[in-house]
């Protein structure tokens, strides 16, 4: 996301006056009928747009580096509207849901929690336990395979 607000910055003079948007969706790559509706906003809104673009393309992933959880749950839900819009609007759709999943690792399980169901919540929980069970098992199997490979490697 920086990297994309910050060639807006350097490159065309249109973002610079906040204008891009008046004829950004005349010419994208994929419009759609909604492009049209958008296209024929009242310019005030076009440049809402394009500075709403600058604040999420240049100052949002800043909060992403922020030790608190509310804080990244709000970066990461302000990332993933903004690629919605984006796709709304007719743009690269598939760029855009690619830019969405790694958003979705500023989400914790509290946060999550509350788009599942109970029965869903209690496998989750139930998964848990049993994986803190053979957690041990686990380690005990990957550093036998971690030797077998030292041996192998040294030909011990």
């Not at 759609?32 to 310019?43: K, T």
């Not at 848990?128 to 069970?133: G, I």
């Amino acid at each position: 996301m920086i990297g994309a607000g910050l060639i807006k910055i350097r490159g065309d003079r249109c973002w610079h006056d906040l204008t891009c948007m008046n004829y950004h969706y005349e010419t994208q790559p994929v419009p759609n009928p909604i492009s049209w509706f958008l296209h024929h906003a009242p310019p005030e809104w076009h440049k809402v747009e394009t500075l709403g673009n600058h604040i999420v393309e240049l100052l949002g992933p800043w909060l992403l580096v922020l030790p608190h959880r509310r804080v990244a749950a709000l970066a990461g839900s302000v990332q993933i509207f903004f690629q919605v819009v984006i796709i709304t609007s007719g743009n690269f759709s598939f760029l855009n849901w690619l830019t969405m999943l790694p958003a979705i690792f500023c989400f914790d399980d509290g946060y999550l929690k509350r788009f599942f169901s109970k029965t869903t919540q209690h496998y989750v929980a139930m998964a848990d336990k049993l994986s803190v069970k053979f957690q041990n098992r686990q380690v005990i199997i990957s550093n036998f395979i971690l030797f077998l490979m030292v041996i192998k490697l040294y030909k011990l």
